[in-house]
């Protein structure tokens, strides 16, 4: 007599997650020397290969032109595609001082180790072994398979400081550093404020310190920079309105915001725009849900995780624009809670969320070049949809042994990565 469907089913649900806890222990184990060597190849690979591109560093110029032009005694908010706060001109003057030559070098350089300090930090949270195979041998896997991530090098986009940025701010708040935390977040916003949603997770913690340092500092470098500047009005009277418009039909084709991409598809501007902001509404309940629901066995980083990275997605989708690498933001994040059972990439439908930014995959001309945001909003809306779906379903949290190189198997909570860091945490 056949086995009963859910007897099958239950079985094969049983298999599946004891393959997932062995490889999840085969990626903990320590990357050796030739894995740590092919890994920075290729991270290296890449930034050489950007660095002899003629395109290299298309938007950082934009920042680099607004420094010269301030020290030219020039008004930056004159060039309508500097969007960024007087701030981050102060910022952008060291970059403005070096020569052109060693720019083309040190730029990529500093994007990908940004990226990598964003990607350590998450897996820190995570108490992920930074020598371990998941560190060494993700990160280049990653740089090399999302396209975004060749993307962002090459044009030296600002959205790398908020990559790195994010997670070191949840990780400090993981061990109740909130003050330092939001001057982490503030310096981030005083170079891009792609962050500026963040506030909201302070307000769900009520960690008035660390939300108060996260808008003064922007507020006080700004006001400098104002100083310093003829004309800082230009950027209330141009350089908003120009943004909160969306740009123009320049950004429009790489514009991933379902406000931009929906009216290509047809839909009405109204119904486009109500969409996205009762989208982005429902993504901010399900991050206020999210934090409301703390897992008991969790030590408290995968609700800070999921919390910040729904909000990060619910902004982006009534960002205009909204473009590809905005998601690196939130992936370091996401991709290192593979390591906590039942986290998000544990599931097939995060990775076919992932599947159009997959760099090696054809896809057809008509998704290429200027529409491609085809491509980025569907992934953008993907990911949105299923951190909301996980945020508002209960999760049941259990205990399962879990073993690491070097140490004595024990019972962690949620497949923590490191035992010995586990045991000296604090809740919240």
């Known amino acids: 007599m056949g086995l009963r469907p859910g007897i099958w089913l239950r079985r094969w649900d049983a298999r599946v997650r004891d393959a997932g806890s062995r490889l999840v222990d085969w990626l903990l184990r320590p990357a050796s020397l030739p894995w740590r060597l092919v890994s920075l190849a290729v991270v290296l690979g890449i930034c050489v290969s950007t660095s002899l591109r003629e395109n290299w560093g298309s938007d950082n110029a934009f920042v680099v032109k607004a420094a010269e032009t301030l020290l030219d005694g020039g008004s930056p908010y004159e060039d309508k595609r500097f969007l960024y706060l007087p701030s981050a001109v102060l910022m952008a003057v ?6 052109q030559a060693a720019l083309r070098w040190v730029l990529p350089v500093g994007m990908s180790g940004l990226l990598g300090i964003g990607w350590l930090a998450a897996l820190r949270l995570f108490s992920v072994p930074l020598r371990s195979r998941f560190a060494v041998v993700g990160f280049a896997v990653f740089a090399l398979a999302y396209k ?12 790398a400081i908020s990559a790195a940025a994010l997670p070191v701010a949840l990780l400090l708040a993981r061990r109740r550093a909130w003050g330092a935390a939001g001057l982490v977040i503030g310096l981030a916003i005083a170079c891009k404020p792609m962050l500026v949603p963040l506030g909201v997770l302070f307000l769900f913690a009520r960690q008035w310190r660390g939300l108060a340092a996260a808008v003064l500092v922007p507020l006080g470098f700004s006001l400098a920079g104002a100083l310093l500047m003829p004309s800082p009005s230009l950027f209330f009277t141009k350089t908003l309105p120009f943004l909160l418009g969306g740009q123009d039909a320049y950004a429009l084709p790489w514009d991933a915001s379902p406000i931009a991409v929906l009216p290509r598809l047809g839909v009405p501007e109204p119904v486009a725009v109500a969409v996205a902001f009762a989208a982005a509404g429902a993504g901010l309940w399900a991050a206020w849900v999210r934090w409301r629901r703390p897992d008991g066995a969790d030590g408290g980083e995968l609700r800070l995780a999921e919390t910040a990275c729904m909000v990060m997605l619910a902004a982006f989708l009534v960002s205009r624009p909204s473009f590809d ?32 930014q997959v760099a090696l995959l054809p896809w057809p001309s008509e998704l290429a070049h200027k529409r491609r945001a085809f491509k980025d909003c569907a992934t953008l809306c993907g ?11 209960p999760s049941r949290v259990t205990l399962e042994p879990v ?9 962690e909570p949620e ?7 586990s045991a000296s945490r604090t809740a919240f």
Do not use: K, Q
């Not at 060291?94 to 020569?99: G, K, N, Y």
């Not at 290192?336 to 599947?355: Q, Y």
């Not at 990911?383 to 379903?393: D, E, K, M, P």
């Open 94 to 99: 060291p970059e403005a001082l070096l020569p």
């Open 148 to 159: 975004p991530y060749v993307n962002l090098v090459l044009i030296g986009n600002w959205t």
């Open 325 to 356: 690498h905005y998601l690196l933001v939130v992936l370091p994040l996401l991709l290192a809670s593979a390591v906590r059972e039942g986290s998000m990439p544990r599931s097939p439908w995060f990775w076919l969320a992932l599947t159009p």
């Open 383 to 393: 990911l949105a949809f299923l951190l909301a779906r996980r945020a508002l379903r």
């Open 403 to 411: 073993t690491t190189a070097g140490s004595p198997p024990r019972t």
């Open 415 to 421: 497949c923590a990565a490191t035992p010995a860091e």
